[in-house]
C-alpha cells in the first residue's frame, strides 16, 4: 500500500492503494468516479478509456503508480455542464442504446478531434475502431463523431 | 390480424386506479394485463408506491408535470422511452413535461416485468393508451364539473383544458377533484393521424446521464459497507470442487475473508426446483460448490481470486466441439425425431422426385457478451432480503432467492438497474443466487462481480445448432420442404414451425431432435431463428438456382400460394412479406446491375411479428468479403418513436453481422476456448457496414424491433458471399470456412 496523488478533472484526490492497482478500479472504487466503465480489464474494449495529458488511454492497463504525476480527465470532467461538442453530439443523434460502452467512445472521440479537427470517414472509422460497441450502435457512433467535428470547427 | 391478437379483455374500471396525493397531485395506478384487485388500496404517498397490484404509475402534479414510475427494465431496446410515449400521447401533454423514473420492484404479483421477445410495445399498445385517455377524459371532467358545462363541451390539448367559451384550466388545476371521479367506462383513442408524440424521434429519457457518465448500471450501484465478492466457478462444465487452498489468497491486500457457496443452490434444485415452473431460468445453477474472495475493492476481489488454488472432479463428460459435431450430424443422420409440423405427405413428394436438394448447415455455440458482466448487489439480514441490479427476469429471481435462503416472499425486494446490454443473458438468474447465498453467508451488503473472463467462460451460451433442409422438384417446380434440426438441449419452440415457408409449400415437414449436454445454454437475441433464418434463407437462394427461377419471383410466388390458400395457424402474413420483398428491391436496386465489384445477395424473414426483407451488399477486398452496405425494408406496423427503431434495427444487423461472419466458440474438454475479446471476436466499427432503412407505413398495430431484424442478415450476407466468390458457406462463422484459394475475380 502507498499513498498517492491523483491529479483528475483539475482536483487533487489522495488514494492509499497497492502499486499494481489499475487505474479504472480506483477511479470506480475509490473515488466513484464510476462513469469510467470495466469492460474487458486487458485493453481490448475501450470501455474504460479516459484522457491521461490529453491523450486517449485504457484505464485499465494503467497502474496507479504511473498515473500518479499525470493530469487525468474521466467522462465526468469532460465538460462543466455535459455540453462539450461530442455529448451535444451524441444527444442529437441519441446514440446510445444500452449506454454501458458510450462513455469510452465519447473519450476516444473526444481525444481524437482534438488531434485531428476536419477527419475523413476512414479516419473517424480507424479511430473507433478499438472500441466495442456490444449493441452495434457503430452507424450511429460515426455519424455522431461527423456531427461533433462540424460542432468543433 | 395483430390487432385481434393484441386484444385483451378488460374494462376501463376494473384495470385503473386513481388516488389524491398527500403531498398534492393526482396518482393513477393501472395494471394492463389483469384487473386489479377489487380490494386493493391506492396509495397517497409516493414512498409506498407497490408494483403487486399496478404495473406503473402515473402521478400529475398541481403544476401539471407528469411523471411515470415504470418498472420495465431497460436493457438498451428503448422501452422506457417508447412505452410513456403512448401514455402521454392519449393524455395529450408536452413530451417536455413527461418524467420517466425507472420504478423499483416490490416483489409477488407483478406480470411481464420481463424484457424478452421484442413483446413489450406489441402487448402495451392498447393498454398504455387507453390508460392515458382515462386519465385525460377524468381531467377533462373535473374541469367542466368546475365550471358546470357537460364535458363533451370541453377539449383538452397539451395539458390544457378549454372549454365552449374558451376558458381553460391547466391539468394541474383540476388534479385534485379528477382523484376523486370514476373511472370512465368508455374512451375514445385519437385517430392516428392526430398523432403528435408516436412517431416523432424522442431521445432515451437517460440520455443526459448517460454521456455524462451518472451512475445508472448495476455495477456503478453501491451502498454503505459494502463489500466486493468475486466468485471462483469450475473452470469445465462437468465439473465440480474437490478442495482449494486460500492461503496467498487470503493474505492479499484488501481481502476480507475467503469463503464456499453452494450448498443453498443445491438445496433449491433438490427440494424446490420441480414445484417452480421456471426451470428454465434456473437451469444455469451449477452443483458445485464455488469459492469466494470477499474484498474490500472489486480489483482486491478479483486479483486474490486468482491466486485462489483449487482442484476440480469430474462429475460427468468433458464436452468438446467435436463431440457436438459428431452427436448432432448423427442426429440429423438419423430417424429419432419429434415431428413439429407436417402438411401433406414429404415422404411421398420425395420418394416421386426427379431431384433433391439437400443442405446442412451448421452454427457454434455463442456467448452473449454482454459489455457490463454479469453482477449484482444482495443485503441480506435477519428480516429483508435486498437485490439490487440489472436482471431481465425478476420475478423468479425473487422467487428462487426466497425459496434458497428459507425467506417468505414478502421479505424479498428486488430493484432494477439499467442494463449494459441483455440479449437474453439477463433472463437467467445465476449471478442474483449467488450474491444472495454470499450476503446471507456473510451477512453483510455485498457486489457479486464477475470479471469478463468469468463471465464468458461460465455464461448460459446459445446452444450450437445444425439443421438439415431438403427440398423436393419435380417437372421443374418445388413439391416438397422437409428441415430437421439438431440443437444442443432444447429445441425452437411451439410457433417457429408456422414461419414462412409454412403454407407456402403442399408437402412440408419440420423435425427435431436434441442432444442433452452438461453446458448451460439459453436464449440469446432472437433464439433459434437468429440461426435458422440464415440457413432457410441460404437454401432458398440455392433452391431458386436449381429450379432456375429468379430469387424474388420464388418468394413472391410461394407467398402467393399462402395467399390462395389462407392457413388460420401461420403466424406471418402473405401481403406484408411481399411489401418487404418488393421495398427492398426498389431501395436496393437488387437484381439490376450495380457498381462494379459490388455483389447483393438477399433475405426474408418473418419473426418476433415483425416483417423484414434485407439486402447486403460486398466487395471483396484483399480477397476477403466486406459487408458495404444492407439495406433494409421493415413492416412493424407504426413506429412509436423512429429515432429509437433505427438504433434497434441498425443494431440487430450489424449483430448480426458480427456473429455469422467472425464469431467463433469452441469448446475443449468441457473449458471454453475463448475468455476474452483478445480470443473471441465481435464486430468493431472497421468492419460495419452503413444500414439504410426503410419503413412499410401503416396503421397497423405496431410490434418490436428488439430482434426481428437479426435473423435474416446471415442469410444475405451468405448469398452475396456465393455471388462473389461461388462459395455457398453453410457453416458459421463464415471467415472461419471460406476457402480464400476459391475466391474468383
Known sequence: MSTFNLKINNKTHTVEVADDTPLLWVLRDHLNLVGTKYGCGIGQCGACSVHVDGNVTRSCLLPVSVAKDMDITTIEGLSENGDHPVQQAWKDIDVPQCGYCQAGQIMTASSFLKNNPNPSREDIRNAMHGNICRCASYNSIEEAVKVAAEKMS | MESSNNKIAFSRRSFLKTSALASGGMLIGFNLFNACKENVEMPIDLSTLNYNDFNAFIKISPEGKVTIFAPNPEIGQGVKTSMPMLIAEELDVLWEDVYVVQAPLDTENYKRQLAGGSQSLRLGWEPLRQTGASAKQMLVNAAAAKWGVDASECTAKQGVITNAKGETLGYGDVVLEA???????????????????????????????????????????????????????????????????????????????????????????????????????????????????????????????????ATWKDDSTLESTELHDEKLLALLDGTNFKTERKDGNVKKAFAQADKVLERTYESPFLPHNTLEPMNFFASVTADKV?????????????????????????????????????????????????????????????????SREDDMSTGVYRPAIKYRIAASIKDGKLTGYHLKEAAVNVNMYGLIPNFFPAAAIKNYQVDTANYQSNITTGAWRAPYTNFLASAEQSFFDELAEELGVDRVQLHMDLLENVKKNPEPNIKYSPERLQGVIKLVVEKSNYGKPSEDGVYQGLAVYYCH?????????????????????????????????????????????????GHTMYSDFVFDNGVPQSNNFNSYQLIRMGQTPQVDVHFVKNDIAPTGLGEPTLPPIGGAVANAIYKATGQRLTKQPYMNNLQAEEVVS
Open chain 2, 179 to 309: 382523484a376523486q371521479l370514476e373511472v370512465p367506462e368508455e374512451v375514445t383513442l385519437k385517430d392516428p393521424k392526430d398523432f403528435t408524440i408516436i412517431g416523432q424521434n424522442t431521445s432515451n429519457v437517460d440520455i443526459d446521464k448517460i454521456v455524462t457518465g451518472k451512475p445508472l448500471f448495476g455495477l456503478d450501484y453501491k451502498e454503505e459497507g459494502m463489500v466486493y465478492a468475486s466468485v471462483l466457478r469450475p473452470p469445465a462444465f462437468g465439473q465440480l470442487l474437490e478442495s482449494f487452498d486460500a492461503t496467498e489468497a487470503k493474505a492479499m491486500p484488501g481481502v476480507i475473508d475467503v469463503i464456499t457457496i453452494g450448498e443453498k443452490a443445491r438445496d433449491y434444485l433438490e427440494n424446490h426446483a420441480k414445484d417452480d415452473n421456471y426451470n428454465s431460468w434456473t437451469a444455469q445453477l451449477s452443483k458445485s460448490d464455488k469459492v469466494v474472495v470477499i474484498a474490500k475493492t472489486t480489483w482486491e476481489a478479483i486479483n486474490a481470486k486468482k491466486a485462489l488454488k
Open chain 2, 609 to 657: 411479428n415483425t416483417h423484414v426483407a434485407e439486402v447486403a451488399d460486398i466487395v471483396m477486398t484483399n480477397g476477403e468479403p466486406i459487408v458495404k452496405k444492407v439495406t433494409c425494408a421493415v413492416d412493424c406496423g407504426i413506429v412509436i418513436n423512429p429515432l429509437g427503431a433505427l438504433n434497434q434495427i441498425k443494431g440487430g444487423i450489424l449483430d448480426g453481422i
Open chain 2, 386 to 450: 435486498r437485490l439490487v441490479g440489472p436482471v431481465q427476469t425478476p420475478e423468479p429471481a425473487a422467487n428462487v432467492v426466497s425459496k434458497m435462503l428459507g425467506r417468505d416472499i414478502k421479505q424479498v425486494s428486488v430493484e432494477m438497474t439499467r442494463m449494459g446490454g441483455g440479449f437474453g443473458r439477463r433472463l437467467y438468474g445465476d449471478f442474483v443466487y449467488e450474491a444472495a447465498e454470499i450476503s446471507n453467508a456473510i451477512q453483510k451488503p455485498v457486489k457479486m462481480v464477475s
